[in-house]
T-cell receptor
């Protein structure tokens, strides 16, 4: 069964550095999402992306964050000037048609900011 | 967004049926009811969704109350692998790329 893959599985970065988290969504999917989950807390929506532009974003997704689909297969989340509170699991998801269709999640990247 | 209420945790025995309830009394008539689960150290996993009628798939069944103010996810024969946090999430049917709003969910414990 096709799946969403995320790399790396664990990223350790110094505070203030930039980090790029990578995702390969399911190949025929058109809608892409990033979520995060701080340890012990709820999964939180960050941003959705469709037709090469941001569709929706939450209050968390401020100017520190950006997303990109640099080619036909990858979907990236960039965090500029990381802060300690950015430490979390970051999940990528994709959906074939958006709307109420199921989202398929990767297993996440654990981001640790030192 | 419609608010949901789920028990914090439930416990069941292996190979027995499990009924996971969710109250969503403020759900809109255009909201689907989705269920996801999150196994330990994994990303959320889609389980099932429905609008008004009961739904079945290979993973589970979804029973939706006639007034749509509540629903129940049914695992017909729980296995140890079903131990996870289960989330009930209303999803607007007319949205484009709306993000999912996860609550705290129900932590399902399966006893061997």
């Amino acid at each position: 069964e096709p799946e969403v893959t995320q790399t790396p599985s664990h990223q350790v970065t110094q505070m203030g550095q930039e980090v790029i988290l990578r995702c390969v969504p399911i190949s025929n999917h058109l809608y892409f999402y990033w979520y995060r989950q701080i340890l012990g807390q709820k999964v939180e929506f960050l941003v959705s992306f469709y037709n090469n532009e941001i569709s929706e974003k939450s209050e968390i997704f401020d100017d520190q964050f950006s997303v990109e689909r640099p080619d036909g297969s990858n979907f990236t989340l960039k965090i500029r000037s990381t802060k300690l509170e950015d430490s979390a699991m970051y999940f990528c998801a994709s959906s074939e048609k958006g709307m109420y269709q199921p989202q398929h999640f990767g297993d996440g990247t654990r981001l640790s900011i030192l | 967004d419609a608010k949901t209420t789920q028990p914090n945790s439930m416990e069941s025995n292996e190979e027995e049926p499990v009924h996971l309830p969710c109250n969503h009394s403020t759900i809109s008539g255009t909201d689907y009811i989705h269920w996801y689960r999150q196994l330990p150290s994994q990303g959320p996993e889609y389980v099932i969704h429905g609008l008004t009628s009961n739904v079945n798939n290979r993973m589970a069944s979804l029973a939706i109350a006639e007034d749509r103010k509540s629903s129940t996810l049914i695992l017909h024969r729980a296995t140890l692998r079903d131990a996870a946090v289960y989330y009930c999430i209303p999803v607007y049917s007319g949205g484009g790329a709306d993000g999912l709003t996860f609550g705290k969910g129900t932590h399902l414990i399966i006893q061997p």
